[in-house]
């Protein structure tokens, strides 16, 4: 890995009877520090250089006049109290913050659409990572000023699927340059604009904590939840897949909020895998109980439980022989849209389920019930697809005698006392299978159902 960082700042500070000072790299600078008049200096280092004591004026003058120079920021660790030099430290680190992310706004005018990816949230800051090759030097060299710290990945980074081989820029992390990233369509990050914040404690959320926010597309059934970006830790907002993009919306208050669909959440947690579609979904699933209480989401839960007990059982679609037209039901079985979550929820601990089932007025009992429910209904629509079947089975079984190789057909006629020579094509043995008075329980056969239940 090759890196580059800009330390951009010059201290000095007294240790024993030395005054020492730390400095980025510079030949000129060290030119003009061995002309200063003493000759008593020492260099530990490139960047560090030792005075006696009684030089403090001089060498603390020189520091100004570079600092001031070259708009570096100069730390005096002799005469501030800790308190004033981490209040001198604080208001450098936001000068240089909102420096830095003028001039990176500014240089992304020059480059394309998805020049950059987002790769990582840090406190303070973002890595993004340049996409393609930029055969501009000083373009290059522009970008690397305007960020805080650049490397080169010469390998793929095994902790951070998202950052593969080339160059990273770590910039601040500030509304101002998010916008900017997001007009500039940067991968991973995408814009929800048309999120309307709903009434805070309507129907069908609850009152939640400060950070949490519910929102609504007008025109639209969709109801998404947001957590404000400053309230998210890092290691859970870069916990997300590598191809999930972080989906966000920007507040009347300019805040933030990292945003997911609600039903697609539910849709991830209940089908109980590590590859979420919505980034949103591993915050639930961390912590079930206590993520769906603070996103005020226990209502929501229970409705939409309810609402969908009574949806249509749907059917697995199994292939007999190689028909297109040969795609039967009957003995394949049925879904229906909670599968998944009854399925979720008996994998669940018992300690598991009990917190979840409190939280949304359930118990064991409630979900066996609905469970039943939908048992009963995948089997009334089997039985009524298997009458239905036997009611047709001469037309729907006939694709099926295409599936069948030469000797099948041989074996079948035989079997069934059917007339036929051997030395007939596949045609004409399928069309005398198919067309005879026995071909009933043949059609039944093929379709591996009984006369009757």
Same mark, same amino acid.
């Given at each position: ?12 500070? @007294? ?49 100004? $006049? ?21 209040? @001198? ?7 240089? *913050? *909102? ?10 005018? $020059?480059?394309?659409?998805?020049? %950059? ?15 393609? %090759? ?10 690397? +000023? +305007? /960020? ?9 980074? /095994? ?9 990273? %820029? ?19 990050? /995408? ?11 309507? #129907? ?31 290691? +859970?907002?870069?916990?997300? /897949? ?47 109980? &206590? ?14 439980? #309810? ?6 059982? #749907? ?26 979550? =009854?399925?979720?929820? *008996?994998? &669940? ?6 917190? %979840? ?21 995948? &089997?009334?629509?089997?039985?009524? #697809? ?11 079984? @006939?694709? =099926?005698?295409?599936? =069948?190789?030469?000797? &099948? ?28 008075? $026995? ?15």
């Amino acid at each position: 890995m090759r890196s580059s960082k800009l330390l951009q700042q010059i201290i000095l500070k @007294q240790q024993s009877d030395r005054i020492h000072l730390q400095f980025d790299w510079d030949e000129e600078l060290k030119s003009e520090i061995n002309a200063l008049s003493n000759d008593d200096r020492e260099w530990h280092n490139p960047y560090h250089v030792s005075f006696p004591v009684d030089c403090v004026d001089i060498v603390r003058s020189f520091s100004q $006049k570079i600092a001031a120079r070259n708009s570096w920021e100069f730390y005096d660790l002799i005469t501030n109290s800790d308190e004033a030099l981490a209040d @001198q430290k604080a208001l450098a680190n936001s000068r240089k *913050h *909102h420096r830095k992310t003028a001039a990176f706004i500014e240089l992304l005018e $020059k480059f394309e659409p998805r020049a %950059f990816k987002l790769c990582a949230w840090k406190k303070e800051t973002i890595l993004l990572q340049l996409t393609r %090759f930029l055969d501009d030097s000083d373009l290059f060299k522009q970008i690397q +000023a +305007a /960020s805080l710290h650049t490397e080169k990945l010469i390998l793929d980074d /095994s902790k951070n699927p998202r950052l593969n081989r080339g160059w990273v %820029f770590e910039v601040p992390r500030s509304q101002l340059l998010i916008r900017a990233l997001l007009e500039k369509k940067t991968s991973l990050l /995408s814009w929800e604009q048309n999120l309307i914040p709903y009434p805070q404690g309507q #129907e069908p959320f609850e009152e939640v904590t400060t950070g949490v926010c519910h929102f609504y597309k007008e025109g639209s059934s969709e109801l998404w939840v947001g957590i404000n970006l400053a309230k998210v830790p890092s290691a +859970a907002i870069n916990s997300i /897949s590598s191809n999930v993009s972080w989906h966000l919306v920007e507040s009347e208050s300019e805040n933030w909020y990292w945003v997911g669909e609600i039903d697609r959440i539910l849709a991830d947690i209940f089908k109980d895998t590590r590859f979420y579609a919505d980034g949103l979904s591993y915050i639930v699933a961390r912590n079930i109980p &206590q993520a769906i209480e603070e996103l005020g989401l226990s209502k929501y839960i229970a409705q939409y439980i #309810e609402m969908r007990v009574s949806s249509p059982v #749907e059917p697995k679609i199994p292939v007999y022989g190689r028909s297109p037209n040969s795609q039967l039901y009957v003995t394949q079985g049925y879904r229906h849209e909670l599968d998944d979550f =009854l399925q979720w929820w *008996h994998k &669940q601990s018992q300690s598991t389920q009990s917190a %979840f089932g409190e939280g949304l007025s359930w118990n064991i009992h409630s979900v066996n019930a609905i469970l039943s429910e939908i048992e009963n209904s995948k &089997q009334k629509s089997a039985f009524n #697809e298997r009458q239905r079947v036997r009611d047709q089975a001469d037309c729907i079984a @006939q694709p =099926l005698l295409h599936g =069948l190789e030469k000797q &099948q057909l041989l074996d079948l006629a035989m079997q069934h006392e059917i007339t036929i020579r051997k030395s007939w094509t596949k045609d004409k043995l399928r069309e005398a299978i198919a067309s005879s008075s $026995k071909f009933r329980p043949i059609a039944l056969q093929l379709l591996k159902l009984e006369e009757e239940d």
